[in-house]
């Protein structure tokens, strides 16, 4: 079973600086996913990595396959980008079944 | 653009109800999924759809959920008779390929 932990649980920061959440697994994967929970519940999918790096607009993925390690980064922060940020593997073995983090409360103050 | 559409957004039901959820996936989509997340927790994966069978379920999917496709274009969840700990929100999602999924908006579903 895939244990998912997601660093920090809660991360408040000032409009402008640069945002780094983290993501571990213990098991290895397949893919990688990045998603995003708005306040009204709604999940939007950011990225899927299964190496390397991805960029889209602001937002940066990163993954360490050997170090089970995955980050997301938020250059030139904004308060629209307050929302959880949830980590969620797919495990080598599954084809389909994502294992989730907690999430991580991003609240980004004018 | 094309997106993921869940009915009714609220369902509230008496326990030892039967429920069916309704998404209506993407169109040109060809794996389909549902989550759950109760409240304050972490989603959860419940089940994957591809091909008109199941592809692989949660211990949590027992015998009381099932899915169909009965249409070719929605993709239904079944409680058979709903218990308190069921109510959470339930999300569907579809993908083209085993990549990027799609989520719908969910529907709260809360059982007295």
């Known amino acids: 079973k895939n244990e998912v932990e997601q660093s920090p649980q809660n991360l408040t920061a000032q409009e402008g600086e640069f945002i780094t959440i983290n993501c571990s697994y213990s098991v290895g994967i397949s893919a990688l996913h990045w998603l995003q929970q708005h306040p009204g519940g709604g999940i939007v999918s950011l990225f899927m990595l299964s190496s390397g790096k991805k960029k889209h607009g602001r937002l940066i993925a990163t993954i360490n396959i050997q170090e089970k390690h995955s980050s997301l980064h938020i250059t030139a922060s904004h308060p629209r980008d307050s929302a959880v940020y949830i980590c969620a593997v797919i495990s080598g073995g599954s084809n389909y079944k994502l294992t989730f983090g907690k999430g991580t409360l991003l609240t980004v103050n004018p | 653009e094309p997106e993921v559409t869940q009915t009714p957004s609220h369902q509230v039901t008496q326990m030892g109800q039967e429920v069916i959820l309704r998404c209506v996936p993407i169109s040109n989509h060809l794996y389909f999924y549902w989550y759950r997340q109760i409240l304050g927790q972490k989603v959860e994966f419940l089940v994957s759809?591809?091909?008109?069978?199941?592809?692989?379920k949660s211990e949590i999917f027992d015998d009381q959920f099932s899915v169909e496709r009965p249409d070719g274009s929605n993709f239904t969840l079944k409680i058979r008779s709903t218990k308190l700990e069921d109510s959470a929100m339930y999300f569907c999602a579809s993908s083209y390929t085993a990549d990027t999924q799609y989520f719908g908006p969910g529907t709260r579903l809360t059982v007295l």
């Open positions: 759809f591809y091909n008109n069978e199941i592809s692989e």
